[in-house]
């Protein structure tokens, strides 16, 4: 029996690797840049913490989770994503009390138990931050701009921001008793999807994907047109900063996220590259969260966004041919002493921090050689008797193919 990888699960293999890590230290630098740390937190975590902060009726919770009982009963979730578990760390550990404002970020994997297809799996990898202690609409712009700065540093321009406002508990119970009452009046069209939210969650009924439902709530009113005066001049100043910044964006009524924690803005980042699937990152306020997961009053503000998918993008604009830095050096050995010698030389270039690689199958020099050439060495050394009595040998340049004289006791890299 051979095993295989779990259906919506991925190797990433060798090849690969170049491009994840080209992303992650996009990722970090940008991080660093806008003064964010990186937290990291485990990958499960009680379920409750899960329930209690995505919302219980919410796709995640109710279908998508990967949730077990453990040896002792407890019910335990693998993340599905990673704004409660830095909530939690948040708490847990008094962060807010050593700085008013915590700013950190995380990189790592998902979990969610979703149909797999292009751009959807069961385990994939997010980015994301977290700012918590300060309620300024500039927060929420930092927010936004982050992800924008990690696109542009990657070469991506072609993307959409769409943000909104879902309201705050002052304003959002007026709003949805308004928008259940226009939806009762096209109950029975609705997809049953939809007629499930209309109860308890009828702002995920705007941002249904079925036509059907688009059209008959085409022109239900809108969250961002029934705000408080306070969600109502915290979303003009993010749109002012916007325009200060020259970020353009679209405000999109519909938009409504499949979290429920979210407060004023919510924000949604998309990209023409990819196919339904088209949603690169998310985000938005959730000032009611760290007091709901049994915190002190915080407010805060959050994204997150794919990584497999801004590999998609990269790959689609030619922008995925990052490679491993090849070896600097390839040593072929004739014989078992030069084999050994060969080695101890390859160790002690290494610890100085130069890429060395020798052959450890007893090849021939014809095969060696062609391992040299498939590794894309930059030189090669033949080393046999003659070379180890004598302790002079050529570095051949692999692109060239010009060789010049070296002493094997002071082997030096032309630069
Ligand atoms: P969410 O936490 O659902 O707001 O997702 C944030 C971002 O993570 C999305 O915009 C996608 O880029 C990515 N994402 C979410 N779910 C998946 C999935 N199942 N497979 C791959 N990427 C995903």
Not at 40 to 65: C, N, Y
Not at 72 to 79: D, G, V
Not at 119 to 128: A, I, N, S, V, Y
Not at 260 to 282: C, M, N, P, R, V
Request: hydrophobic share 35%; proline share 4%; with cysteine.
């Amino acid at each position: 029996m051979k095993f295989r990888t779990i259906k919506g699960t991925k190797d990433i293999l060798p090849d690969e690797i170049a491009g994840w890590q080209h992303v992650e230290s996009v990722v970090r630098r940008v991080m660093h840049d806008f003064n964010y740390r990186e937290i990291r937190t485990p990958a499960f975590e009680q379920t409750g913490l899960f329930a209690r902060s995505i919302g219980e009726l919410t796709d995640i919770v109710s279908k998508e989770m990967y949730t077990f009982l453990d040896r002792s009963e407890e019910s335990l979730t693998l993340r599905p994503e990673g704004t409660a578990a830095a909530l939690r760390a948040y708490i847990q550990n008094n962060l807010g009390e050593q700085s008013p404002l915590t700013k950190v970020y995380y990189i790592g994997p998902m979990f969610r138990q979703e149909r797999p297809q292009a751009g959807r799996l069961r385990q994939f990898h997010q980015f994301g931050a977290e700012a918590l202690g300060a309620s300024s609409p500039l927060l929420d712009v930092e927010m936004m701009a982050l992800p924008l700065e990690i696109y542009k540093q990657l070469g991506i321009d072609h993307y959409s921001l769409k943000i909104n406002s879902v309201g705050c508990e002052k304003c959002r119970p007026a709003y949805k008793k308004l928008l259940q009452t226009e939806l009762r009046k096209v109950f029975s069209q609705l997809s049953p999807d939809s007629q499930v939210r209309v109860g308890q969650n009828p702002l995920r009924v705007l941002d249904s994907k079925n036509e059907k439902d688009r059209e008959l709530t085409n022109n239900m009113p809108l969250m961002y047109k029934h705000l408080c005066e306070e969600c109502t001049l915290h979303f003009a100043s993010v749109r002012s900063i916007f325009d200060a910044l020259t970020i353009s964006y679209e405000v999109d009524g519909r938009l409504v996220r499949g979290l429920d924690y979210y407060t004023k803005t919510a924000f949604e980042i998309t990209s023409t590259a990819l196919g339904s699937q088209d949603a690169l990152a998310g985000g938005g306020r959730y000032d009611l969260l760290v007091e709901e997961l049994g915190g002190k009053s915080t407010p805060g503000v959050g994204f997150a966004a794919g990584i497999e998918r801004l590999l998609m993008v990269l790959s689609q604009l030619g922008k995925s041919d990052q490679k491993q830095a090849p070896p600097v050096i390839y040593f072929v050995g004739l014989d078992e002493p030069a084999h050994i010698w060969t080695f101890l030389k390859a160790t002690e270039l290494r610890q100085k921090g130069i890429c060395a690689e020798v052959d450890y199958l007893g090849r021939s020099v014809k095969s060696q050689m062609r391992e040299a050439n498939r590794q894309q060495a930059h030189y090669v050394i033949v080393v046999g008797e003659q070379e180890l009595k004598t302790k002079a040998a050529k570095l051949k340049n692999m692109l060239s193919g010009e060789e010049i004289s070296i002493s094997l006791d002071d082997i030096k890299i032309p630069t």
